[in-house]
T-cell receptor
Framework: AQSVTQPDIHITVSEGASLELRCNYS??????LFWYVQSPGQGLQLLLK??????LVQGIKGFEAEFKRSQSSFNLRKPSVHWSDAAEYFC??????????????FGTGTQLKVEL | GAVVSQHPSRVICKSGTSVKIECRSL??????MFWYRQFPKKSLMLMAT?????????EQGVEKDKFLINHASLTLSTLTVTSAHPEDSSFYIC?????????FGSGTRLTVV
């Protein structure tokens, strides 16, 4: 069975500081990995995704994530956090999206708070 | 980019009534739609997968008769919460794979009073 672990429930950083959100996954085949961000009462916005190729992927809003197969990790990073980055962040894992897609399994989320 | 439009964004209904939530893929055809439920401060839990022209597949523990899913066309999937009760109050989100990832609707906040 596939699963995702986000060990940090809450993280607080100062504006301008660097950020790393941890994500570990369990999946029996080649994983498709995603990071989503959710503002209160809103849907999910895709930050970035990894399917194959370069293990360092760039996303929107200055975010990046690195896929490390040996560690089963897909940590999200940002060099300098902005106050507007405060939100809930979800890591997700799924299988091939061809043929109609495959269900995603989400982590429990990390709530990011940014101090001014 | 691919957009999934979800309506309504908020709904308050009386206990015992039914509520329909719609998700439309605006610029792509969605043969599959995933329906999730999100409890406060919790992650998203997959409820069911709808497929155009066939019966939906429900996850274990999800009541098929309470959460009716219909995927009538390649651009429309609906979730109907039947005989709603306060414990059905939650945030419901749909998602479709447009080809290179998953696009999510903006969610529906259901409150049953």
């Amino acid at each position: 069975a596939q699963s995702v672990t986000q060990p940090d429930i809450h993280i607080t950083v100062s504006e301008g500081a660097s950020l790393e959100l941890r994500c570990n996954y369990s999946y029996g085949a080649t994983p498709y990995l995603f990071w989503y961000v959710q503002s209160p009462g809103q849907g999910l916005q895709l930050l970035l995704k990894y399917f194959s190729g370069d293990t360092l992927v760039q996303g929107i809003k200055g975010f990046e994530a690195e896929f490390k197969r040996s560690q089963s990790s897909f940590n999200l990073r940002k060099p300098s956090v902005h106050w507007s980055d405060a939100a809930e962040y979800f890591c997700a894992v799924g299988g091939s999206i061809t043929g109609g897609g495959n269900k995603l399994t989400f982590g429990t989320g990390t709530q990011l708070k940014v101090e001014l | 980019g691919a957009v999934v439009s979800q309506h309504p964004s908020r709904v308050i209904c009386k206990s015992g009534t039914s509520v329909k939530i719609e998700c439309r893929s605006l610029d792509f055809q969605a043969t599959t739609m995933f329906w999730y439920r999100q409890f406060p401060k919790k992650s998203l839990m997959l409820m069911a997968t709808s497929n155009e022209g066939s019966k939906a597949t429900y996850e274990q523990g999800v009541e098929k008769d309470k959460f009716l899913i219909n995927h009538a066309s390649l651009t429309l999937s609906t979730l109907t919460v039947t005989s709603a009760h306060p414990e059905d109050s939650s945030f419901y989100i749909c998602s479709a794979p447009p080809g290179d990832g998953y696009t999510f609707g903006s969610g529906t906040r259901l409150t049953v009073v």
